[in-house]
C-alpha cells in the first residue's frame, strides 16, 4: 500500500477510471478484513444478546489486539505513523467487508479497527503531529470533530458562533457544539471556532478546564454529545495551520467522512441482501419457496442493481481524490446516493422477512436505525442535492443562493 501524510494515488491505480478488477493485494486485504469480521466480530457481538448496544470495553480491547496483529488498525493512517496506510480507494474497498456487522456505526469493527486522527491534523506540523497524530495511533485514542452548532451545521462559515480569541500565547474557546460524536469519551477533538481572520481549526484535549460534554439521546444506539467550551485556554501551538483556514483544512476531511459513509451503506445494503436471500431460500409460503415469488426477486433485482450502482459511484470518487482532483462533487454524490439505497434496501429486507426483520436478534433494525441518521449527518441529503445542482447548473443558480 502507498503511504503519505496527505493521501495521493496509490502506485496500481489506473490513468483512467474503470472500475472493473482490484489488484490482487488490495483484494486479499478486503477479505482478511471480512474474515475478521465473519469469525470475530460477529460472535463477539452474538454473545452480547439482542439487548446490547455497544461492545463493552473488555471486548473490544481483545478485539483491538486482533486486529491490530493482522495489519487492519487505523486503516487511513499513514503508515510511517503506526496506521494501514490505505489511500482512499483502498478504504472504500475494504470498508464495504468491514462494516458487515451490526455495530458498524459510527466506525467500522465498532472501534477494533483503531480510530485514525482527523485528517486536518497531518497539516499541523511536526509538534501536532507528535504531540497527537503518533499517540492517537499507538495507544488507539478516541478524537472528535466539532463544526455543528445550534445555528445549524450545513452552513458552517455563517452558523459557527463559537469563538477563539488569542491571548498572549494561548486561545480561550468559548461556545457550545452539537450532534458531536464521541465528545463524551474522546481525549481530545478538533474544534472550529470564529477568530478575527474567520474560521479556525483547534484542537482541544478534554481534561481542559471548561470543557463538559452531555449525551442527546436520538434514534440510533450510538448517542452524539453536546459539547460545552466555557473560557477553555489552550496553547496556541494547538492551532491547526492559520487562523481562518479552518474550513479549507475541513474540505480533506469532509470528502474523506462523505466517502466511508457511501462505502458502509454500501456493505450493510450488501449484507443486507445476502440475509434476505438466505431467509427465501429456507421459507415458504402456500407451498412454494419465497425464493419462487416474482416480487421479492424484483426486490432483490432492484436492491441489487442499486447497490452496484452505489459501489461505482464510490470508488469513482475515491479514485478521483486520490489523483489529487477536486473530489468534493463526486463524494457528495457518492454519499447521497449511497445511503439512501442503503436505507431503501434494508428497509425493503426487512419486509422481506417480515416479524423477524423487526427482531433484534438480527443487525437489521440497528442499520435501519443507523442509516436513518446516516441521511442527515455529513451533509444533509437536501443540502447535497443543493450542492450538486449548483456544480450542474453552474453561475446563474449560484448566484441566486
Known amino acids: ?22 489488484p490482487d493485494e488490495l483484494g486479499a486485504l478486503r477479505d482478511l478484513a471480512g ?20 461492545i463493552p470495553p473488555e471486548v473490544l480491547t481483545e478485539l483491538r489486539q486482533r486486529a491490530r496483529s493482522l495489519g487492519l488498525w487505523c486503516l487511513d493512517a499513514p503508515a510511517e505513523y503506526g496506521g494501514a496506510g490505505l489511500s482512499a480507494f483502498e478504504l472504500v474497498v475494504v470498508l464495504e467487508e468491514a462494516c458487515k456487522h451490526r455495530f458498524c456505526f459510527p466506525h467500522a469493527g465498532a472501534g477494533s479497527f483503531g480510530q485514525s486522527p482527523p485528517v486536518v491534523l497531518y497539516q499541523g506540523g511536526p509538534d501536532i503531529i507528535e504531540r497527537f497524530v503518533r499517540p492517537t495511533i499507538e495507544h488507539g485514542w478516541t478524537s472528535f470533530t466539532a463544526i455543528a452548532e445550534e445555528s445549524g451545521g450545513s452552513d458552517p462559515a455563517r452558523a459557527i458562533r463559537t469563538t477563539a480569541k488569542r491571548d498572549g500565547d494561548h486561545y480561550v474557546l468559548s461556545g457550545r457544539k452539537m450532534w458531536i460524536t464521541n465528545a463524551e469519551r474522546a481525549d481530545y477533538g478538533v474544534v472550529y471556532a470564529r477568530t478575527d481572520a474567520g474560521i479556525g481549526a483547534f484542537i482541544v484535549e478534554t ?12 434514534i440510533r444506539d450510538h448517542a452524539p454529545t453536546e459539547l460545552v467550551l466555557d473560557d477553555v485556554r489552550i496553547p496556541a501551538g494547538n492551532l491547526v495551520g492559520q487562523e481562518g483556514q479552518g474550513l479549507t483544512l475541513a474540505a ?12 458502509r451503506a454500501v456493505g450493510i445494503a450488501d ?18 419457496p419465497l425464493a419462487t415469488r416474482q416480487g421479492l426477486q424484483w426486490s432483490i433485482a432492484d436492491a441489487v442493481v442499486e447497490i452496484n450502482a452505489g459501489r461505482w459511484l464510490t470508488w469513482q470518487a475515491a479514485w478521483k481524490a486520490d489523483t489529487g482532483q477536486d473530489a468534493r462533487l463526486e463524494a457528495a454524490m457518492a454519499k447521497l ?13 426487512m419486509q422481506i422477512l ?3 426483520g423487526m427482531a433484534r436478534e438480527l443487525p437489521l433494525e440497528s442499520w435501519f436505525r443507523d442509516l436513518r441518521v446516516a441521511r442527515v449527518v455529513e451533509g444533509t441529503s437536501e443540502m447535497l442535492r443543493s450542492q450538486i445542482a449548483r456544480q450542474v447548473i453552474g453561475p446563474a443558480v449560484k448566484a441566486k443562493n
Do not use: K
Open 337 to 349: 446516493y449511497c445511503t439512501e439505497v442503503g436505507f431503501r434496501v434494508v428497509d425493503s429486507v
Open 271 to 288: 449484507e443486507a441482501v445476502r440475509l434476505a436471500v438466505e431467509w427465501m431460500g429456507t421459507r415458504s409460503t402456500f407451498g412454494a
Open 354 to 356: 417480515g416479524a423477524m
Open 252 to 263: 480533506s476531511w469532509l470528502v474523506r467522512g462523505r466517502l466511508t459513509y457511501a462505502a
Open 1 to 22: 500500500m502507498i503511504v503519505t501524510a496527505v493521501p495521493r494515488a496509490p502506485e496500481n491505480t489506473p490513468t483512467t477510471f474503470s472500475g472493473f478488477g482490484l
Open 207 to 218: 481534561s481542559r478546564p471548561g470543557v463538559a460534554t452531555s449525551r442527546i439521546p436520538v
Open 35 to 54: 474474515r475478521f469480521v465473519r469469525e470475530q466480530l460477529r460472535p463477539a457481538e452474538d454473545a452480547l444478546g439482542p439487548e446490547a448496544t455497544a
